[in-house]
């Protein structure tokens, strides 16, 4: 049986705790809500290029070419994250991004980048192989940079690996607590994506045009699409990170609740029976007092 003392320790213990995960539930909740408006604030954005995409290539003779997988090196995104105490984040994505790297038809070893050292080291003790590896930006407003240097390297890899094909790898919000892992394929572009524009009502009385070189609008935006792809998949997987983390901690929350009532109950049960002891003594020594 534990002393009170040593019960009195634990109860602060868990209170400290307690404040601690409240922090981190305070902050993650912050956290989710930058992130959520940086992915909401891109769809108009993203929806725009789309249509410009669209509206370059519609009589292209680029929609039927697409390199097959077995003709050009390919590279991996991967999103994951930085720090712990979020559940199995990290375990989830690693074991998705790893799954499907096996599927992918490729005769040559994949180029893997990682944004998150929890995720490269979950990459690396499977066996995975890590070439590059990059933390995650600390706010919104510097997914930027973080995705520049990620283009950088891409870039790098197209001219010195002749690197032709690019999957992202990242988990995606389902609601604030939950999230699933998803993969999207970025490079060679998939014009068919677009073909679904078609079907849409045009916002105007007749297609736009341009007037400028179609190489260079053709390469702005597809820098353009490329920039937004990153970001949003970067933003999209910050934001389950955290929702991943404000759920680990209302689990710890209610653990550490549930801890804290049961030390308590077995605190004032100690401290009850050591005043009953001590009454108990008191009573025999007056009773022993009293025959003499």
Not at 108 to 113: E, G, H, V
Not at 210 to 233: C, E
Request: glycine share 6%; hydrophobic share 40%.
């Amino acid at each position: 049986m534990e002393s009170p003392e040593r019960l009195q320790q634990r109860i602060k213990s868990i209170g400290d705790l307690d404040d601690i995960v409240g922090t981190m539930k305070a902050l993650s909740a912050a956290s989710i809500h930058q992130y959520e408006k940086a992915v909401a604030s891109l769809a108009d954005y993203w929806h725009t290029v789309e249509l410009g995409l669209y509206i370059v290539m519609r009589d292209s003779e680029e929609q039927a070419v697409q390199p097959h997988p077995h003709n050009g090196r390919l590279a991996v995104v991967v999103f994951g994250s930085d720090h712990g105490l979020c559940g199995r984040f990290n375990e989830e994505i690693a074991e998705y991004t790893l799954e499907h790297i096996k599927t992918l038809p490729t005769d040559f070893k994949p180029k893997i980048l990682c944004v998150g050292m929890r995720a490269a080291d979950k990459l690396e003790m499977s066996g995975q192989p890590v070439d590059k590896v990059l933390n995650l930006p600390g706010a919104a407003n510097q997914i930027g940079t973080t995705i520049q240097d990620i283009l950088l390297h891409i870039d790098r890899w197209r001219k010195e690996d002749g690197l032709e094909h690019l999957y992202l790898f990242h988990n995606r919000p389902s609601s604030r607590a939950t999230n699933r892992p998803t993969r999207f394929h970025l490079l060679p572009l998939n014009l068919s994506h677009f073909q679904h524009l078609e079907e849409e009502a045009w916002s105007g009385s007749s297609l736009p045009t341009y007037t400028m070189d179609r190489d260079t609008l053709l390469s702005s935006l597809l820098h353009q699409y490329f920039f937004i792809s990153l970001f949003r998949a970067c933003a999209e997987s910050q934001s389950a990170e955290h929702g991943s983390r404000l759920a680990a901690m209302q689990a710890a929350e209610k653990n550490l609740d549930e801890n804290k009532e049961e030390l308590i109950g077995e605190y004032r049960r100690v401290r009850q029976e050591m005043i009953t002891t001590e009454l108990l003594d008191v009573v025999a020594g007056f009773e022993a007092v009293s025959n003499d």
